[in-house]
């Protein structure tokens, strides 16, 4: 079951904030947060695996609401190089597969 | 930092031929997936290999497609008879543990001409 991101693009000046969204109907283990520039491998940003946590990567950080199935990635005072296009991944309950949603470009303007 | 492999970077191959695609996972990783990405479109499991058999498949997967961990260190993608709609980014990526941050690599464009 392929997660649900939003929005699908984002468009900033540099220095402003940004939120993703990333839900699912299913029971989730874990959610996963990747950035994949254009031509590129997606990279690993970070894992969230309980519900309510939250974790940070530089001015990157995201949650995870495990009662409602949702996780939040926010970038805070954003730079040139967060553009890209941002995956979250996620591993049902009892399931070892990272599903993917269909990703959200974010473009950093000057 | 360890890297995951992959080779070629880019293969063309003719509509009908097989085609293999290499990945080195990290040495102490036990789990091992393919990956691809169409252009422009999200990233879609293929298939899941631990303990050298495949835990897991997409409908993705069928019949044309195998994988192999032929040694200690490579593990393979085969398609046996490519098609137009093959073409694609396949991404190869290692895991320490069950639910892991995936390391990928760093792919292989297949273009089926």
């Known amino acids: 079951q392929q997660p649900v991101q939003s929005p699908q693009a984002v468009i900033l000046r540099e220095g402003e904030d940004a939120v993703i969204n990333c839900s699912s109907s299913?029971?989730?283990?874990?959610v996963h947060w990747y950035r994949q520039k254009h031509g590129e491998a997606p990279v690993f940003l970070m894992i969230?695996?309980?519900?309510?946590e939250q974790k940070g990567h530089e001015k990157i950080s995201a949650s995870f609401n495990e009662k409602k199935q949702q996780s939040s990635l926010y970038l805070t005072a954003s730079q040139l190089s967060y553009s890209g296009t941002y995956f979250c991944?996620?591993?049902?309950?009892?399931?070892?597969?990272?599903?993917f949603g269909q990703g959200t470009r974010l473009t950093i303007n000057p | 930092e360890p890297e995951v492999t992959q080779t070629p970077s880019h293969q063309v191959t003719q509509m009908g031929q097989e085609v293999i695609l290499r990945c080195v996972p990290i040495?102490?990783?036990?789990?091992f997936y393919w990956y691809r990405q169409i252009l422009g479109q999200k990233v879609e499991f293929l298939v899941s290999?631990?303990?050298?058999?495949?835990?897991?498949k997409s409908e993705i997967f069928d019949d044309q497609f195998s994988v192999e961990r032929p040694d200690g260190s490579n593990f393979t993608l085969k398609i046996r008879s490519t098609k137009l709609e093959d073409s694609a980014m396949y991404f190869c990526?290692?895991?320490?543990?069950?639910?892991?941050?995936?390391?990928f690599g760093s792919g292989t464009r297949l273009t089926v001409v």
């Open positions: 299913k029971a989730l283990y874990s």
């Open positions: 969230l695996l309980k519900g309510g």
């Open positions: 040495s102490n990783h036990l789990y």
């Open positions: 991944g996620t591993v049902m309950q009892g399931a070892q597969k990272l599903v």
């Open positions: 290999f631990y303990n050298n058999e495949i835990s897991e």
């Open positions: 990526a290692s895991s320490q543990l069950r639910t892991p941050g995936y390391t």
